[in-house]
């Protein structure tokens, strides 16, 4: 689970307008008091494709703060089987059960798109956390969001068809990455959908024949942001709503 240490340039290039900080919204919105605390154990790191920030039934000794990249959160079946429950970006970060003074999590928590981040030892951001204050209030925040994408994801894979859910993921996807160019393959896209392959082929192929995507072999780039949005199921807006109306444009 320890990551490659990155140049630290390539996280400060990443950076908002408030000098200093990350463009991780949680560490660019805490109060300088609360950051200045615990910015002496952040430390940048790479965060690859495919690398697993926690596993089920392992200490969550981490928590990473991305400020680039797609973090995936999924649900394990006994055999392995698995379906997306829930992304993030540089909203927010991963390990909130060890936060939350819960030493292990039920799911696996991976990288999906490759970006940049920072880490730090849980126990002291916890030992910060249970200060309270602003910087509690943003984990508050962000932890409600998780609830509401968490919540919609179960009404969504068991209500809607295939192609709604899969123009939804897309453009989740390209809301967390800021960006309309996706690295995935069908297995994955199909594994994270809670589908087989087959049928999602059938649903790529379908938006791909519409003009809504292009698609090539481990990457989609989506070409009609508008059309995708009518595609999509109304879980989308939901979800999307209720981000912009906790964060505001970002």
């Known amino acids: 689970m320890r990551s490659k240490e990155a140049d630290p340039l390539q996280v400060e290039s990443a950076m908002m307008n408030n000098p200093g900080r990350p463009r991780n919204l949680i560490l660019a919105r805490m109060p300088e008091e609360q950051f200045a605390a615990i910015a002496r154990s952040l430390v940048p790191c790479d965060m690859p494709s495919g690398m697993k920030l926690a596993e089920p039934n392992q200490p969550v000794k981490h928590i990473y703060f991305p400020v ?57 951001l916890r030992d910060e956390f249970l200060k309270g204050g602003v910087f509690a209030d943003l984990v508050h925040q962000f932890l409600y969001l998780q609830f509401v994408q968490t919540s919609q994801s179960a009404l969504c894979n068991r209500l809607h ?24 393959t069908q297995e994955f896209l199909a594994q ?42 109304e879980c989308y807006q939901i979800v999307r709503s209720a981000y912009v109306r906790v964060l505001g444009a970002y």
């Open 161 to 184: 068809p295939v192609d709604a859910r899969m123009a939804r993921w897309m453009l989740t996807a390209s809301d967390r990455i800021e960006s309309s160019t996706l690295n995935l």
């Open 192 to 233: 994270m959908l809670g589908s087989r392959r087959s049928t999602v082929t059938v649903a790529a192929g379908e938006l791909q024949r519409q003009g809504l995507i292009d698609y090539t072999r481990g990457r989609i780039k989506i070409l009609d942001r508008a059309g995708m949005e009518s595609v999509a199921c």
């Open 68 to 124: 680039s990249g797609l973090i995936s959160i999924d649900a394990l079946t006994a055999k392995g089987e698995s379906v997306e429950v829930g992304v993030v970006g540089r909203e927010g970060f991963s390990g909130m059960s060890g936060l939350l003074g819960e030493p292990q999590m039920a799911h696996s928590v991976i990288i999906q798109g490759a970006g940049a981040g920072l880490r730090i030892r849980t126990q002291i």
